[in-house]
């Protein structure tokens, strides 16, 4: 059987992520008391579903610290656990909760709306540590619905590096496990002919190629990634995310993203995201 929860702070997509796994196929419950985790397993698999998503949130704070415990005794069962963590920055859901006129979990006659999401960030951010984590702050519903369709396929039994781009004007991605910031190296926005490509294109690789300076900067990162790879594995992490930040988001780090995954995936399994490419 394969389990897949799902938590991580209100208004930031886990609706969105139960609606794509429930057209997968999974039999998804929204909110279930942990303690019910365990006999839903067994009546579900007894009937012949062998695939379950399940979102937990803040609304069963009280038994969230039991969650490593529950999983564990999953896999003890032989079951196939995976936990997905979605988040989103403050400003974001705030705008989202002013769009739909929802309330907040947590919402009293004490807290302001940016109070009750720091709060709930805060009760959460141990489940966050175990999780595959996706900022949802600047992705569409699509864009989202993809990162979830590639998380079902990840195999669980190996590491997964995910090499993600982003722009520094437009925020840190706060999924990070690493961030390399690489603003330093010769920027083709400069360059008129280059500014409307990204960096996919042939034409910015082979200016970028053209730069000693990029080379020794990939050879760093690189090297880096390569060095401490094996802590990460040891320590049984089963998902570690390396950001690469430019101005834009359009240019380097995106050629310094597909340039890195292609390195590392005849050895790991890697993932290639680009956050400010629409």
């Known amino acids: 059987m394969q389990i897949i929860l799902i938590s991580g702070l209100s208004g930031s ?20 008391p942990l303690k019910l985790l365990s006999d839903l397993t067994r009546i579900l698999l007894q009937s012949g579903n062998e695939r379950i998503a399940v979102s937990i949130d803040v609304r069963s704070i009280a038994s969230l610290p039991q969650l490593p415990q529950h999983i564990h ?5 032989g079951m196939d656990v995976r936990l997905l963590f979605l988040e989103a920055k403050t400003e974001t859901l705030v705008k ?31 489940i966050r540590d175990l999780a595959h984590k996706i900022d949802t702050s600047d992705l569409s519903a699509n864009v989202l619905r993809t990162w979830i369709q590639e998380f079902i396929h990840i195999d669980r039994s190996r590491l997964s590096l995910l090499f993600q781009s982003f722009g520094f004007k437009h925020g840190l991605p706060l999924d990070s496990d690493m961030v390399f910031d690489i603003r ?9 002919r280059l500014r409307p ?6 034409a910015v690789v082979e200016f970028l190629e053209s730069e000693e300076s990029v ?8 090297g880096f990634v390569e060095t401490w790879l094996p802590s990460f594995i040891r320590d049984n992490r089963n998902y570690l ?8 988001g359009q240019h380097r780090s995106v050629y310094m993203v597909e340039r890195l995954a292609r390195h590392f995936s005849s050895l790991n399994q890697t993932l290639a995201r680009h956050r400010e490419l629409k």
């Not at 330093?184 to 008129?192: A, I, T």
């Not at 490509?197 to 042939?202: E, I, Q, R, S």
């Not at 995310?241 to 834009?248: L, N, V």
């Open 197 to 202: 490509l990204t960096g996919k294109d042939a």
């Open 184 to 192: 330093c190296l010769p920027n083709p926005f400069y360059d008129l």
């Open 13 to 32: 997509g886990k609706s969105i992520a139960l609606n794509v796994l429930e057209d997968a196929g999974y039999y998804c419950v929204d909110n279930l």
């Open 73 to 77: 005794s999953l896999k003890l069962r």
């Open 96 to 126: 989202r909760f002013s769009e739909t006129r929802r309330k907040h979990p947590l919402s009293d006659d004490t807290l302001t709306l940016p109070e009750c999401i720091e709060s709930e960030r805060e009760m959460l951010s141990e």
């Open 241 to 248: 995310s390396i950001s690469i930040g430019c101005t834009g």
């Open 215 to 222: 080379g020794r900067m990939y050879e760093d990162i690189s």
